[in-house]
């Protein structure tokens, strides 16, 4: 994003202050809204706006990968049999759709960068029938991982009855960026892009990390990662808490 | 060099901030201010949609976003059974001179909005003012840029309009005397000046042929901005002021730019050559001030130093990231709604024409949202 040398200096030194350009603590999110059951296509859907942030996320899961392996002839029973005892696991498969921001490169690059991203995070995720997760962004002020996330899985958790998923297995990432000396958790638009490294942790509802991924210009030193991990895998667990308390209300 | 340090602040205060509010299906999320809550009525006829019928007397001159239409029968009119209604009341041929001038001519014709807007009446000139459009430009504005290229004796400067402004190098004031002749150094020195992605506070010299601006700064007060933030507002919502650099007493310099381009920051000290840092409690005002804009222009209510400042008064006390929140920006605008329409009431002049317009730019705010 372009910006003016005096406009990137003030954020770096707002953040350094603990004063952020909206006013917020270091490690404080913006507020946050949920919304389920949006698309009755869709085995599950959510929508997640964080602060300018907004994501809507539908999950779909295929209900039975084995009934096409039946379909086949009498020569295929039997494989089908060896398959079907054989426990199938599958990626989950993500895309990104930014059409709504507009049609210029920048958009289309965070949509790629977007998709690279959330498809490496899941790969910690094996789930028995394919899950595609599909998500339209509908407005972007940073934080897009840890939105997209918490709509996954709180559309997943409302579907659980239905849905062959464990509610333990599904992880939530927070994402940590370093400004600086000073960590910070949802960055928005302008901090992202003054950041110098980001640590994305994914942690389970037993506060198990199953997932880490860094990205930026910087450079980072061990200790500094492992206190950003450490943050995140903190804030991960009270997004799960939250996230918990808020299907448990619904259903 | 500092260590990293965890916030001292309470951790439920982080707690709070990480609630996550559920949002029913059919509730509308976030809530913004709705005007007609606070007793402004808008008559039928002052906001029209595309195709609208807006009169049919020969006197009005059409401005912008009017069309003129003939009228055929049962046509050309938004609402089918008013137009029966017309159609009715022509065929029983009461006493009426609009009746009467469509008798007299063959080809009857009316004027019909092309833009979704607001009827603006000015002497005879009748326009439909667009509630969201792309910035024009007047001669005059105060607007804020950011500079997209350096190119050969000028900058070409990003304004919200829909093609890119132009600041010339004769155009800015530089160092040394005033009317010097720019030389083949400057030019090779203009990035010194302003550089890509600099922000700059301008006035409109001219606006072209094919409607993009010349910019300058010759002027003291015009110039590049230093330590603060940009926030971008709807245009529509500046209220044009006689001045649009704002020193409030927070300690904060508000440029509001005609083009939707607000921009903050600590106001510098007056001795001082370079920038000193601004400090924790500056950088707090300023985000308050920031916030206080933005929770306005969500709000759709018009920007200008009374505005800002009455919204600063009302959240002085709320912690600033609280203002981030759709709920407690819909209370401090509602405020300063109601403040400034008790303001506006006392000084209003009674409506032009006969179309119910209300004067003021405070109600163009509301229209602005109704249009919505």
């Known amino acids: 994003q372009l910006l003016s040398e005096p406009e990137r200096q003030y954020i770096f030194d707002s953040v350094q202050d603990a004063v952020r350009i909206d006013g917020r603590q270091c490690l404080a999110y913006r507020q946050a809204a949920l919304r389920l059951d949006l698309l009755c296509y869709a085995t599950a859907s959510a929508q997640v706006s964080l602060g300018e942030t907004d994501v809507l996320v539908s999950v779909r899961e295929e209900d039975n990968p084995g009934a096409t392996a039946q379909q086949q002839g009498s020569t295929g029973s039997v494989v089908a ?171 | 060099k500092k260590h990293l340090t965890m916030q001292s602040a309470p951790d439920d205060e982080e707690l709070d901030s990480l609630s996550i509010r559920l949002v029913g299906l059919d509730e509308n999320y976030p809530v913004r201010l709705n005007w007609n809550d606070l007793g402004v009525q808008f008559s039928k006829q002052s906001i029209v949609v595309p195709g609208d019928r807006l009169t049919r007397s020969r006197e009005f001159i059409p401005g912008h976003g009017t069309l003129r239409r003939t009228v055929e029968a049962g046509s050309g009119n938004a609402s089918f059974a008013a137009g029966r209604r017309q159609k009715q009341n022509d065929d029983n041929a009461e006493d009426n001179d609009e009746d009467d001038e469509d008798e007299d001519e063959e080809g009857a014709w009316e004027l019909a909005a092309s833009v979704a807007g607001r009827q603006h009446v000015v002497n005879k000139l009748l326009c439909v003012l667009p509630g969201r459009s792309r910035y024009a430009g007047e001669i005059g504005d105060v607007v804020v840029g950011r500079v997209q290229e350096v190119a050969s004796r000028r900058w070409r400067i990003d304004a919200n309009a829909r093609l890119q402004a132009t600041l010339h190098l004769s155009g800015v004031l530089l160092p040394g005397e005033d009317l010097r002749r720019k030389s083949e150094e400057d030019e090779r020195a203009m990035r010194a000046v302003l550089a890509e992605g600099d922000l700059v506070s301008a006035e409109v010299q001219s606006v072209q042929a094919d409607g993009s601006l010349v910019l300058h700064t010759r002027n003291a007060r015009y110039g590049r901005l230093g330590q603060g933030t940009l926030v971008r507002v709807p245009p529509a919502l500046i209220k044009r002021s006689k001045t649009h650099f704002h020193s409030l007493p927070c300690g904060v310099t508000l440029v509001l730019g005609m083009n939707g381009y607000c921009w903050c920051g600590p106001t510098p000290g007056q001795s001082d050559v370079r920038e000193p840092l601004a400090s924790p409690a500056d950088r707090s005002e300023v985000a308050r001030v920031r916030a206080c804009v933005r929770l306005l222009a969500v709000n759709h209510v018009p920007l200008y130093d009374t505005s800002v ?64």
């Open chain 1, 81 to 251: 049999a060896a398959q079907q005892q054989q426990p199938v696991s599958h990626p989950v498969s993500v895309w990104v759709d930014c059409s709504c921001l507009g049609s210029g490169p920048e958009q289309q690059q965070l949509a790629d960068e977007a998709q690279a991203h959330l498809s490496s995070l899941y790969r910690c995720l094996r789930t028995p029938t394919p899950v595609f997760v599909d998500i339209l962004l509908l407005g972007y002020d940073g934080d897009l991982l840890d939105a997209a996330s918490i709509a996954a899985s709180a559309a997943l958790m409302r579907a659980l009855p239905a849905s062959l998923l464990s509610a333990q297995a599904l992880p939530l990432f927070a994402t940590v960026h370093r400004i600086g000396s000073q960590q910070i958790v949802d960055a928005n638009q302008l901090e992202e892009s003054c950041s110098m490294a980001r640590v994305t942790v994914g942690v389970d509802s037993n506060g198990r990390l199953v997932a880490c991924q860094t990205c930026g210009e910087g450079s980072l030193q061990f200790e500094s990662m492992t206190e950003m991990i450490e943050t995140g895998v903190r804030k991960a667990m009270m997004l799960h808490d939250s996230v918990a308390k808020l299907v448990a209300r619904v259903l």
């Open chain 2, 309 to 372: 400042m009455q919204a600063y008064e009302v959240a002085r006390e709320s912690p600033v990231a609280l203002l981030s929140r759709p709920d407690e920006q819909l209370r401090v605008a509602r405020l300063v709604a109601e403040q400034l329409l008790t303001a506006e009431v006392g000084e209003a002049q009674p409506g032009g024409g006969g179309f119910g317009l209300h004067s003021g730019d405070l109600i163009s705010g509301g229209a602005l949202s109704a249009v919505h």
